[in-house]
């Protein structure tokens, strides 16, 4: 449905309203009244005299605005908006806008362009290809023809980001567009954000799953994103299947606490499959078919496994090396599998009995805590309804047993594997904590090679005064890469080591609260702590060097 805008009266007062005004009024109707930017010369003719009725939320690298507003937009359930300095600062945000995208995260991402004037001979700063340099990972890419398209291509890119799959759109603004009159009131229209399923195909795979003996389910971030672990419960309870969580899931299906979780699966070909043995039957919802790291040779799946996949986004099921697919949105999907499944016996007998995960060996080394001594502390002392976010790579399987998730919406982290999310991300998630009023805590686990790549967003936290806890894990190395090398059999890698940081001093340079913790029960107290202190709180652990194997 097509929505004028021009009721409103600050429209209808104008004597000329200008590109401008225009876009203003319809970022204002859609609801975008927070930027996340990096400015230039490029930019300030469109944020000039701001409008009091936005926020403007400073970033000082772009890797860093990009990623709040992923983790803004992921935990508010919006679009956001991004606003970058031309083809430079479009680079810088670049590995950023890669998670989003694999994310599948809505964001308007926009950057100013030289004058229109002189494009032609290339001056200073010109974003010189500006739809190829954001590709592949946006879904869309437009440096409008003429100033007067500038709010439709707005309204363009907003449409083009939500709708299924969801994920970032670039606009290229010249910055001489925004004086120019516009050509009548903005025109805000809403699209769909979820595709439902083809009934047929549905009915073939309710079939497949009340006939299967042992079914087995995958559940994937989709089913996060979507707030369905209402429809992915009902399903796993009306089957009585054990459920896995898909592989470098970056939002939790499922909660972690229920009996027939059994885990993440390992991601890598040979492992993934052993545990799927012994089913003739696999669903995976809201997930790709697999996400892989290590290249450990084997089947996908175990021999006489049969394989059915449901994702809205048709590269996923596209790409899927095996398995028969349905194209639609995951937690519609899982409500019309429960109807159609509705009244089934639970003819399968009953689910393997939960086994509980092993408990990671909690070996320090030296004087150093190990890392599932510091998660277990932080647990035992972990506010109700934290909202946790990971980006340190060797001890994500510790944490994840010291701290399972057993609420929606209180786990993120990134689907790509590209350093430098995380700790922005969280920066996001608690603005739009605050910004929705459900005010929960986040707590923020980082490695300490991983803190550097975005780490003036805790300046943005800062400034911002949200209430945060970010534990670094210092173990002075790239560990992962470590444990990479020895599966690799590839020594002697040059680079792995991360001595000479302080922490604390960095964090204090930014504005944060910050310690060195060296003892649980310091950790513990600091923790505890840091929910009255008015700016983020940073925690440097010096944790064990210890070399987890990978797989
Ligand atoms: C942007 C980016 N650069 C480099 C890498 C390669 N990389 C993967 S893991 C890793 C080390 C992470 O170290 P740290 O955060 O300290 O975690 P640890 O492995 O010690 O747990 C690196 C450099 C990457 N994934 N992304």
């Not at 309204?155 to 910055?175: D, E, H, K, N, Y």
């Not at 994103?225 to 992915?232: C, L, N, Q, T």
């Not at 290590?294 to 049969?306: A, D, F, H, K, Q």
Request: glycine share 8%; proline share 9%; hydrophobic share 40%.
């Amino acid at each position: 449905m097509a929505t004028d805008v021009h009721h409103s009266s600050t429209v209808d007062k104008r004597a000329t309203a200008t590109v401008r005004d225009v876009t203003y009024d319809l970022l204002r109707a859609s609801g975008l009244t927070t930027i996340f930017g990096n400015l230039g010369s490029t930019e300030q003719p469109f944020l000039a005299d701001y409008p009091s009725d936005f926020r403007y939320v400073l970033g000082l690298q772009e890797a860093s605005v990009i990623a709040m507003a992923d983790g803004f937009a992921q935990a508010t359930r919006r679009p956001a908006l991004v606003n970058l300095h031309t083809g430079v600062g479009l680079g810088n945000a670049m590995g950023n806008l890669c998670t989003a995208f694999q994310n599948k995260t809505p964001l308007i991402v926009t950057a100013g362009q030289q004058t229109r004037e002189m494009l032609l001979l290339e001056p200073y700063l010109t974003n010189a290809e500006p739809t190829t340099v954001p590709r592949p990972w946006v879904k869309w890419a437009y440096q409008p023809a003429r100033a007067q398209d500038v709010p439709a291509a707005f309204m363009r890119a907003i449409a083009t980001a939500l709708q299924p799959p969801a994920g970032p759109v670039f606009l290229s603004l010249p910055l001489d567009d925004w004086d120019k009159p516009s050509e009548g009131p903005a025109v805000v229209r809403t699209v769909a954000t979820r595709v439902a399923p083809d009934p047929a195909r549905l009915d073939e795979f309710a079939d497949a799953l009340r006939h299967a003996s042992s079914p087995v389910l995958i559940y994937g971030a989709a089913i996060g994103r979507g707030d369905g672990w209402r429809e992915a419960t009902a399903l796993a309870e009306a089957l009585n299947a054990p459920v896995w969580a898909a592989p470098a899931s970056e939002r939790t299906p499922f909660p972690e606490n229920h009996p027939l979780y059994r885990g993440e699966l390992p991601f890598a070909m040979r492992p993934l499959s052993d545990k799927l043995e012994g089913h003739d039957l696999a669903l995976v919802v809201g997930a790709p078919v697999f996400r892989y790291y290590p290249y450990v040779p084997g089947p996908y799946l175990p021999s006489g496994t049969r394989l059915l996949h449901i994702s809205d986004d048709p590269g996923e099921t596209g790409r899927a090396p095996i398995g028969d697919s349905l194209l639609g949105d995951a937690v519609l999907s899982l409500a019309a599998l429960n109807d159609l499944l509705a009244g089934r016996p639970r003819s399968n007998g009953k689910a393997p009995a939960r086994v509980e995960p092993a408990t990671p060996s909690t070996n320090g080394s030296g004087d150093r805590l190990s890392a599932a001594d510091v998660f277990a502390a932080l647990n035992e002392v972990r506010p109700a309804g934290a909202v946790l976010v990971e980006e340190a790579p060797s001890n994500h399987a510790e944490l994840h047993a010291a701290w399972p998730i057993t609420e929606p919406d209180t786990f993120y982290t990134f689907a790509s594997g590209g350093l430098g999310w995380d700790l922005p991300a969280s920066v996001g998630i608690a603005l739009a904590e605050r910004e929705t009023g459900r005010h929960r805590p986040v707590v923020a686990i980082i490695g300490d090679g991983s803190f550097q790549y975005s780490v003036q967003s805790i300046w943005s936290a800062a400034q911002l005064r949200l209430p945060m806890l970010i534990v670094i894990m210092r173990n002075r190395q790239y560990t992962i890469l470590k444990s990479f090398a020895e599966l690799e059999q590839t020594p002697g890698v040059p680079g792995l080591d991360l001595p000479g940081m302080d922490f604390v001093a960095i964090a204090q340079g930014y504005g944060c609260d910050a310690a060195r913790i060296e003892d649980l029960d310091a950790l513990k107290q600091a923790a505890a702590n840091a929910w009255t202190n008015g700016v983020p709180t940073v925690l440097e652990v010096p944790v064990s060097r210890q070399i987890p194997p990978l797989v």
